[in-house]
């Protein structure tokens, strides 16, 4: 009988572990980390020179990469338990004067317009405006969260506003589209809790510069450290450990507003310069 119930056990605990390295394949093949946020940093590397302001330069393939489990936003109405995006990978690099970050998730539909009906693609940072971390979604009464918000529509009409202006000048073609007019794809935002999105009054600090390839969105995002407004910008400090958050949105999915795949308070930690 002892041996019977000892055999009973080890089939159990092997069959456990099994399921467990089944579960911690599909997982991994999926690029979602098996930790927790806690004790994750994101380290923002100081390289001299200028940073790269696209998602194809060279350079960050010299930034180590830190990839983020993402779940679903289930803190308030309407929930959203079942995001289709699941990992982002995040580098960050900065040289004493910008910061930059390149966000890449998995996206198998490019959704760049916004239309009655149609959702868009997007990605955002939180940073909070003080030394304690608030809310990770939108932030809290007394506790600002100052969020950029990449907007795939605004990244397109930022690239067709351009291409028009190009085809123009080569070979004087004359296109009557309405595109509006956007000083970045970023949009700057402040939160202080559910339903307090405000839009800061000075837009542009952020730029934005995004590629859509093979089914991935690769997006960059950019601010200069100094501060130029101390109670609505979030400070970024060279040898400073600070907070940060993330949000995508995947428009295919009717995604939009607070239903998102999020990953909440992470650490950031902001080479010195002249390292």
Same mark, same amino acid.
């Given at each position: 009988m +002892?041996?019977?119930?000892t055999?009973t056990?080890?089939?159990?605990?092997?069959?456990l572990f099994s399921? %467990?390295?089944?579960?911690? +394949? @599909?997982?991994?093949g999926l690029g979602? $980390? /098996?930790?927790?946020?806690?004790?994750m940093?994101i380290?923002?590397?100081?390289?001299?020179?200028?940073?790269p302001?696209t #998602?194809?330069?060279?350079?960050?393939?010299k930034?180590?990469p830190?990839t /983020? =489990?993402?779940?679903?936003q289930i803190i308030t109405? =309407?929930v959203w #338990?079942? #995001?289709?995006?699941?990992a982002?990978?995040v580098r960050?690099?900065?040289?004493?004067?910008?910061l930059?970050f390149?966000l890449?998730w &998995?996206?198998n539909?490019k959704?760049?317009r916004?239309? $009655?009906?149609t959702?868009?693609?997007g990605?955002a %940072? +939180? /940073?909070p405006? +003080?030394? *304690?971390p608030?809310?990770?979604?939108m932030g809290?009464?007394?506790h600002?969260?100052? %969020?950029?918000?990449?907007?795939?529509d605004?990244q397109?009409d930022?690239?067709?506003?351009? *291409?028009?202006?190009?085809?123009?000048q080569?070979?004087? @073609?004359r296109?009557f589209?309405? %595109? #509006?007019?956007?000083?970045?794809?970023?949009e700057d935002l402040?939160?202080?809790?559910?339903s307090?999105l405000?839009t800061k009054?000075?837009?542009?600090?952020? &730029?934005g510069?995004?590629?859509w390839?093979?089914?991935v969105?690769? @997006?960059v995002?950019?601010r =200069?450290?100094v501060?130029?407004e &101390?109670?609505n910008?979030a400070k970024?400090i $060279?040898?400073r450990v600070?907070?940060?958050s993330?949000a995508v949105w995947?428009?295919e999915?009717?995604e939009?507003?607070?239903q998102?795949a999020?990953?909440p308070?992470? &650490?950031?930690s902001?080479? $010195?310069a002249?390292?």
């Open positions: +002892g041996r019977m119930t055999k056990a080890s089939r159990s605990l092997l069959a399921f %467990i390295l089944v579960v911690a +394949g @599909v997982l991994g979602i $980390p /098996l930790v927790s946020s806690e004790g940093v380290r923002a590397h100081y390289a001299q020179g200028d940073l302001s #998602p194809e330069d060279a350079a960050w393939a930034i180590s830190m /983020l =489990p993402l779940s679903g109405r =309407p #338990p079942e #995001p289709t995006a699941r982002l990978t960050a690099v900065h040289n004493g004067t910008d930059a390149l890449e &998995q996206d539909t959704n760049d916004l239309t $009655p009906g959702f868009r693609d990605v %940072i +939180g /940073l405006l +003080g030394d *304690a608030a809310f990770f979604c809290q009464l007394d600002y969260i100052n %969020i950029w918000h990449w907007k795939a605004w397109s930022i690239d067709r506003r351009a *291409a028009r202006n190009t085809d123009k080569r070979e004087g @073609v296109t589209e309405v %595109i #509006p007019r956007r000083v970045s794809s970023v402040i939160g202080g809790g559910f307090t405000t009054e000075k837009q542009g600090r952020v &730029q510069k995004a590629l390839k093979d089914g969105w690769h @997006v995002m950019r =200069p450290l501060s130029e &101390q109670e910008e970024l $060279p040898g600070q907070t940060v993330f995947n428009g999915n009717k939009r507003n607070g998102k999020v990953a308070w992470f &650490q950031l902001i080479d $010195p002249n390292l």
